[in-house]
């Protein structure tokens, strides 16, 4: 019996001028322009404001795909709780990529959940790039409304 060994594609994250990007570490060569430092920066900004939204589309995905059983595999390969999974995949479910705005994270997300969503999607994009806002102050300022 032969085994059969399939290769998956493998997906890189490219920062600029980066010797080393690891989940424990980031090394920057010593060549690095500050303007590059800069755009390093913004790209590691970006990637944890999108970590807690791609936990959200990959419960919601494991949701659509397995029901009850997707829940399970997803924290199974996270080490998430399934209650935390699930709610995550509300938010996805909620506010689809369509509706997202890039300086706003999950937390910011689960926040709105509760407020009408047509209100939102009206009120929201007149608040979110005025300025970087925690998500108590986003829900104070939709309570408001």
Same mark, same amino acid.
């Given at each position: ?7 998956? &594609?493998?997906?890189?994250?490219? @920062? =600029?001028?980066?010797?080393? $990007?690891? =989940? ?5 060569? *010593? ?9 390093? #920066?913004? %790209? ?5 404001? *999108? $970590? #807690? ?8 995905? /494991? ?5 009850? +059983? #997707?829940?399970?595999?997803? %924290? *199974? /390969?996270? #080490? ?9 995949? !509300?938010?996805?479910?909620?506010? &689809?990529?369509?509706? !997202?705005? &890039?300086?706003?994270? !999950?937390?910011?997300?689960?926040? @709105?959940? =509760? $407020?009408?969503?047509? +209100?939102?999607?009206?009120?929201? =994009?007149?608040?979110?790039? +005025?300025?970087? @806002?925690? %998500?108590? /102050?986003?829900?104070? @300022? *939709?309570?408001?409304?």
């Amino acid at each position: 019996m032969e085994a059969l060994t399939v290769q998956q &594609p493998r997906c890189h994250l490219s @920062l =600029p001028e980066c010797a080393l $990007f690891d =989940p424990t570490e980031l090394q920057i060569t *010593a060549v690095t322009s500050q303007s590059e430092f800069v755009r390093i #920066g913004k %790209a590691l900004s970006a990637i944890d404001d *999108a $970590f #807690g939204l791609w936990q959200c589309d990959f419960s919601l995905h /494991a949701i659509r795909m397995w029901q009850g +059983k #997707g829940v399970e595999l997803a %924290a *199974a /390969a996270t #080490g998430l709780s399934e209650f935390f999974l699930k709610r995550c995949a !509300r938010i996805a479910e909620v506010f &689809p990529p369509r509706r !997202r705005y &890039p300086n706003l994270n !999950r937390n910011h997300y689960r926040v @709105l959940l =509760p $407020f009408e969503q047509s +209100k939102l999607d009206a009120w929201l =994009p007149t608040v979110v790039d +005025k300025k970087r @806002l925690s %998500a108590r /102050a986003l829900r104070a @300022l *939709a309570s408001r409304s």
